[in-house]
């Protein structure tokens, strides 16, 4: 049985209108389904809260979110994130747990054939990430 890489997408959720939230979790699947076609396990916390949007806290979905990225082998960031103060934390979260992030489709798709899932990823992510 194949062994799955999972790969958490991370980028921008929350915005000023339905409509445009609805547009940012369009771009994470667009992102999503890429990393699927590259033989990867796409976690896409999008799609997984796209409908709960005051039902809980705010203070629930990060924590909750950032417990799911911990449990992935890479993070994949959609285009635009640096906008988002959330994808930010993951970031930081992410590089001080080790757990790379790349910035393209392309890198991940370089990365995810390697054997050793410790590689490191650009660490400029993280300065932009700051």
């Known amino acids: 049985m194949k062994e ?3 790969v958490y997408v991370a980028g921008s959720f929350r915005a000023k209108t339905p ?3 609805e547009q940012n979790v369009r771009r994470a699947e667009e992102v999503s ?3 699927w076609k590259m033989g ?6 999008h799609t997984m809260t796209r409908h709960f949007q005051d039902s809980l ?7 909750g979110l950032l417990s799911v990225m911990y449990r992935c082998d890479a993070v994949v960031l959609v285009p635009g ?5 959330g994808t930010q934390a ?3 979260e992410a590089f001080a747990r080790g757990i790379p992030v790349f910035s393209s489709l392309k890198s991940l798709a370089d990365w995810l054939p390697l ?12 300065d932009r990430a700051q």
């Open 81 to 85: 994130w640096e906008r988002s103060k």
């Open 4 to 6: 799955w890489r999972h």
């Open 33 to 35: 389904l890429e990393v």
């Open 115 to 126: 054997k050793d899932i410790t590689s490191a990823a650009n660490p400029d992510i993280l």
């Open 40 to 45: 990867a396990v796409a976690v896409c916390p």
């Open 90 to 92: 993951e970031i930081r």
């Open 19 to 21: 409509w445009l939230i």
């Open 57 to 63: 806290l705010d203070e629930v979905w990060p924590s």
